[in-house]
């Protein structure tokens, strides 16, 4: 893999030192998230990079744990004056949090972030009936959503008829435990603090209607989480004006490193137990990576398959029948930073 070669190239061009932090997004059981456990290996990193004037972040990552983006940026700001992050392709949820803490948000025409309204899920949300071990997530933006219906679409604003509205929500969804839905608003509220912290995190400060602005398009107004913002839009629309245009070079280049990390990781390949199955009971497969010019660190997970047979209930007209079916089954026997 080529990529601490580009990452040279994107320093010369760039005048900086650049880290590079990628998560795999793959379908499956073989992808990663933002997570806290980066907090001690780009510290790392840094230290060994030591303070420079320009620190640029190359980011790509689907989300993630939202407790990571101020206390990662507010990390890289102690060795570095002017903090940027470059988006190749995707930089969703949590990554676009992450951003937002950046003097400089540098996109090319594939880049593209992402409302950062979250989805909930603790002990007070619903059983998954699919899979009694797992909690169904509860989307914040589809309960504030849903008390928008009654106040702007049906015009409902006195108190008693919105706690009628309240009322007829927990009575109809009684699965949903009434500390769930603190839950949710302690979210929304969480995600708003951050979001206005990093974006004052600037070197240059931005006015509080513009980041109340910015907040409310990423928190509310774009009424879901898989609506993906790219530059233009970004900078125009949602007044983020942070967002730098790559040139024709620097775009290449970034989509040069974002080629190699998906060759690396298969982000783009389907899942399939069979294939995988086929090219031997034991696999390695790597899901992040955080790579400087002089250190690369890698997230990787070793995965076993085997060949097991497995009872299948079928209806027939004499009852359920059970038949014996061959199944690939994996598990997982080792994973960690390297």
Wanted: hydrophobic share 35%; glycine share 4%.
């Amino acid at each position: 893999m080529q990529t601490q070669e580009t990452i040279k190239k994107i320093e010369g061009l760039r005048g900086s030192k650049v880290i590079t932090y990628i998560t795999s997004d793959r379908q499956g059981p073989v992808n990663a998230r933002v997570a806290m456990d980066i907090i001690p290996i780009i510290s790392s990193q840094l230290r060994k990079i030591g303070k420079q004037e320009k620190i640029d972040l190359i980011l790509y990552s689907a989300g993630g744990d939202t407790m990571v983006p101020w206390r990662l940026v507010s990390m890289i700001r102690e060795y570095c004056n002017h903090f940027s992050v470059i988006i190749p392709y995707k930089a969703h949820s949590a990554a676009t949090m992450i951003s937002l803490g950046a003097d400089e948000i540098v996109m090319s025409d594939m880049s593209e972030l992402s409302p950062i309204d979250p989805s909930t899920a603790n002990v007070f949300n619903p059983v998954d009936p699919q899979n009694p071990q797992n909690r169904i997530p509860i989307s914040v933006e589809e309960v504030m959503s849903y008390f928008d219906l009654a106040k702007n679409k049906f015009g409902i604003k006195s108190d008693e008829e919105l706690t009628k509205i309240f009322n007829k929500f927990v009575e109809s969804t009684p699965s949903i435990h009434p500390l769930a839905l603190g839950n949710v608003n302690r979210t929304h509220n969480l995600i708003k603090i951050l979001a206005k912290r990093l974006l004052k995190s600037h070197k240059e400060p931005m006015k509080e209607d513009e980041v109340e602005k910015i907040i409310e398009f990423l928190t509310e107004k774009l009424y879901s989480h898989q609506y993906y913002i790219g530059r233009k839009e970004a900078k125009e629309d949602l007044g983020i004006k942070s967002v730098v245009f790559a040139d024709k070079e620097l775009s290449d280049l970034m989509t040069e490193i974002y080629e190699e990390y998906n060759k690396e990781m298969r982000m783009t390949e389907m899942w399939n137990p069979e294939m995988e199955f086929a090219k031997g009971q034991n696999q390695n497969y790597k899901i992040a990576f955080v790579e400087s010019a002089e250190i690369s660190n890698k997230f990787e997970i070793n995965m076993e398959f085997k060949k097991v047979q497995q009872n299948v209930q079928q209806q027939t007209p004499q009852g359920i029948i059970n038949i014996p079916q061959e199944q690939i089954v994996w598990r997982m026997i080792g994973q960690g930073w390297k």
